[in-house]
């Protein structure tokens, strides 16, 4: 499978703990974003690299938030404490270009915080 | 920033009907359109986009059109069929790094 890839799919987790979820591109996608979707919602832009460099950040994401990409490839995101309000569906895209072209979308990781 | 509204957020149609989803986008220097279906408990899937140098694109029965003054887009769909019934979501993109801003999404029903 060539697409877009995450793991783990499904999380469920106690509040106050940490979780990290990894996403990995389509190869050769130099550009890669995480989305949050809420039940009924289009998905919210949270970050985005280009390579290994996080270029931009949604006022959404908390200093709990933190995403790496540290070698240009894959790419983790990672929420520290977490509360309820963090459950969603954590979506990784990925784009082949400079521009804002063409997004492609993995699975997404179904985080629940009880 | 871009803002996006997106009507209706739910529509049904007997198969074979057409659909018509509409979008309206707030920055006029956007330049690329996409619509992506999304299937219950599914990823959100490109279906077509567009880009600010045309005003309408086609793929079989699906088509968007672009209307540049006015700020907003729509997608057509002809001919539906049981399996077109998805949520739909069209986006624009916030500044020059990309990212989406999206809509609402429109739940289509397409009843045999």
């Known amino acids: 499978d060539t697409g877009v890839s995450q793991n783990p799919r499904h999380k469920i987790t106690k509040r106050g703990q940490n979780v990290t979820f990894r996403c990995d591109p389509i190869?050769?996608?130099?550009?890669l974003y995480w989305y949050r979707q809420t039940l009924g919602q289009g998905p919210e832009f949270l970050t985005y690299?280009?390579?290994?460099?996080?270029?931009?950040k949604s006022r959404l994401l908390s200093d709990r938030f933190s995403a790496e990409r540290p070698k240009g490839s894959f790419s983790t995101l990672e929420i520290q404490r977490t509360e309820q309000g963090d459950s969603a569906m954590y979506l990784c895209?990925?784009?082949?270009?400079?521009?804002?072209?063409?997004?492609?979308f993995g699975p997404g990781t179904r985080l629940t915080v009880t | 920033g871009e803002n996006v509204e997106q009507h209706p957020s739910t529509l049904s149609v007997q198969e074979g009907d057409s659909a018509v989803i509409k979008c309206t986008y707030s920055?006029?220097?956007?330049?690329?359109f996409p619509w992506y279906k999304q299937e219950l408990g599914k990823r959100p899937q490109l279906i077509i986009d567009?880009?600010?140098?045309?005003g309408e694109k086609k793929d079989q029965r699906i088509a968007v059109t672009l209307n540049k003054t006015a700020k907003h887009f729509s997608l057509h769909i002809t001919e539906t069929q049981p399996e077109d019934s998805a949520v739909y979501f069209c986006?624009?993109?916030?500044?020059?790094?990309?990212?989406?801003?999206f809509g609402k999404g429109t739940k289509l029903s397409v009843k045999p």
């Open positions: 920055d006029s220097a956007s330049n690329y």
């Open positions: 986006a624009a993109p916030s500044g020059s790094q990309g990212n989406l801003i």
């Open positions: 567009i880009r600010s140098n045309v």
């Open positions: 190869s050769e996608h130099n550009r």
């Open positions: 690299f280009q390579n290994e460099a996080q270029l931009e």
């Open positions: 895209a990925s784009s082949p270009q400079q521009g804002p072209y063409e997004q492609y």
